[in-house]
Every structure is written in structure tokens, then in C-alpha cells.
């Protein structure tokens, strides 16, 4: 079992920047990729970035591609998503989640946190 508890989410203003971080207990944070996701009102939960167990490969959907940067730091068992440039259509819940591989599927991961919400004003 991978707990996961995810802060930093707030409201903040367009062209603004926030950081989330996504605390890990339970099993070895090491073992797993982590993922960020995003759920708007209204839509279907989308991937925004992934990166692998020692931090070396990431990904990023092209909707935050240049503006969000995932990192991670194993020691602290801790996954950090910085968000640049903050566009009103970032606005959403956002979750961290685990899995054994790094990828854009969300049925890939097995462990979620309980989300963080951002609001972007405009």
C-alpha cells in the first residue's frame, strides 16, 4: 500500500505560479513513477506529467508542456509539480498517483491521493 496526500492547491492569478507536492508513505516511494492528473467540472480526468522512479525520464501533456515541470526527491518522498504561467483553463483538482511504469494512462496507477484544488482567475 502507497498513501498519497497531495497540497499546495489554491487560487492564484493567470500568468501566476504555484507548487504542488504529493507526500508519499507505505511502501518504497523509490519503487514507483508518479503521475500528475487533473480533473475539471464537467470533464473527464486528463494526465498533465509523469516521471519515472529515479527522476530521469518525464512527460508532460502538450496543454502544459514548457509551463509545468514534475520533480521528485526520493529521500523526502515527495513528487513536486511546478506550474508556470497559470492559465484560467488549469483550473481543476489535481491528483498524484503511482505505478510500477511511467504513463500517460491513468489505469496504469493503483495508488491516488485525495486531490488539491487550483483556481486560476482571470
Known amino acids: 500500500q502507497v498513501q498519497l496526500v497531495e497540497s499546495g492547491g489554491g487560487l492564484v492569478q493567470a500568468g501566476g505560479s504555484r507548487r504542488l507536492s504529493c507526500a508519499a508513505s507505505?511502501?518504497?516511494?523509490?519503487?514507483?513513477?508518479m503521475g500528475w492528473f487533473r480533473q475539471a467540472p464537467g470533464k473527464e480526468r486528463e494526465f498533465v506529467a509523469a516521471?519515472?522512479?529515479?527522476?530521469?525520464?518525464?512527460g508532460y501533456a502538450d496543454s502544459v508542456d514548457g509551463r509545468f515541470t514534475i520533480s521528485r526527491d526520493n529521500a523526502k518522498n515527495t513528487v513536486y509539480l511546478q506550474m508556470n504561467s497559470l492559465k484560467p483553463e488549469d483550473t481543476a483538482v489535481y491528483y498524484c498517483a503511482a505505478a510500477r511504469i511511467r504513463s500517460r494512462f491513468d489505469t496504469e496507477y493503483g495508488y491516488w491521493g485525495q486531490g488539491t484544488q487550483v483556481t486560476v482567475s482571470s
Open positions: 507505505g511502501r518504497p516511494f523509490s519503487s514507483y513513477a
Open positions: 516521471i519515472s522512479w529515479n527522476g530521469g525520464n518525464a
